[in-house]
């Protein structure tokens, strides 16, 4: 019922930055809260971020606070996140996902749809 597709990845050197956005569509209406996701080759999916509908309850992994900021354009269907100060150790495929209940959580096994995935690469 719901299609996530993300947008924004590429190349860039450590210190850079690189803006990710998810685009949601479908034939519900329900406000999803929205995450983000990463997985490195040969390592598990790791959370990233994530964000309720209303933007009242924000959840950060320790390892991207202060550098990445999550936000969503209700009107718009999109959430983003916003990647400064880039690491190598942030090289990844990052996925955005999508859960019914209004709650943001690090599981990834709560989130119930899923996008394809883009390829963030920094190099040192």
């Known amino acids: 019922q719901v299609q996530l597709v993300e947008s924004g990845g590429g190349l860039v050197q450590a210190g850079g930055s690189l803006r990710l956005s998810c685009a949601a569509s479908?034939?519900?209406?329900?406000?999803?809260?929205m995450g983000w996701f990463r997985q490195a080759p040969g390592k598990e999916r790791d959370f990233v971020a994530a964000?309720?509908?209303?933007?009242?309850?924000?959840a950060y992994a320790d390892s991207v606070k202060g550098r990445f900021t999550i936000a969503r354009d209700n009107a718009m269907n999109t959430v983003s996140l916003q990647m400064n100060s880039l690491k190598p150790e942030d090289t990844a495929v990052y996925y955005c996902?999508?859960?019914?209940?209004?709650?943001?959580?690090?599981?990834?096994?709560?989130?119930?749809?899923w996008g394809q995935g883009t390829q963030v690469t920094v190099s040192s």
């Open positions: 996902a999508a859960r019914v209940l209004p709650t943001p959580t690090s599981r990834d096994g709560s989130y119930e749809y």
């Open positions: 964000i309720t509908w209303r933007g009242d309850n924000i």
């Open positions: 479908g034939r519900t209406f329900t406000h999803y809260t």
